[in-house]
């Protein structure tokens, strides 16, 4: 019965957690589209440049930002609703947003200062932050910087299997 109990208890705190995570972010997002925050994000962007490299550029930078210090799934709840405007004004595809929110999202959770992932390695690995930053920073510039901008500039590459699957 303990074993039965923990297998139980365990999972269920931490899906407590989670949707608790989940509801906040999701009550958060609202608010924020309810209070026009997505087109006061546009209209700061426009003010910035009508260039669509260049919004896009400010696009990857923010969500960079939110995957830093927000996990996947609270982050895509946040940025989604707030910044499709701005990159439907650009002229990018909604899917095609999907997989830019996708890769910088991802990148930010193994980038500093909180790198969630990197501290689950570490456990994992049962070795320090300091032995695993300077390869992942490697790895972050040479190999998930550049997957980051071939996926927001060039659309086809995100939008190449969703095509082949439903012929978007």
């Known amino acids: 019965f303990k074993s039965f109990y923990d297998v139980v208890w365990k999972p269920a705190q931490v899906t407590a957690v989670l949707m608790l995570v989940i509801f906040t972010a999701n009550m958060l997002a609202r608010v924020l589209t309810l209070e026009e925050v997505p087109q006061q994000i546009l209209t700061s962007m426009l003010a910035v ?4 490299i260049i919004l896009l550029l400010l696009v990857n930078a ?13 982050g895509i709840l946040l940025a989604a609703p707030l910044l499709l405007p701005v990159v439907t004004e650009a002229g990018v ?31 994992i690995g049962q070795t320090t932050l300091a032995k695993v930053m300077k390869p992942t920073l490697v790895f972050v510039f040479l190999a998930y910087f550049p997957v980051v901008m071939l996926t927001t500039f060039i659309p086809s590459l995100a939008l190449w299997l969703p095509e082949l699957i439903t012929g978007l």
């Open 93 to 123: 595809h909604p899917v095609h947003f999907a997989a830019i929110i996708g890769v910088n999202l991802g990148m930010g959770l193994i980038t500093p200062p909180t790198a969630p992932i990197l501290y689950f390695g570490t456990l």
């Open 62 to 74: 923010f969500l960079l930002m939110i995957g830093m210090f927000m996990e996947d799934v609270s």
């Open 49 to 52: 440049s009508e260039n669509p």
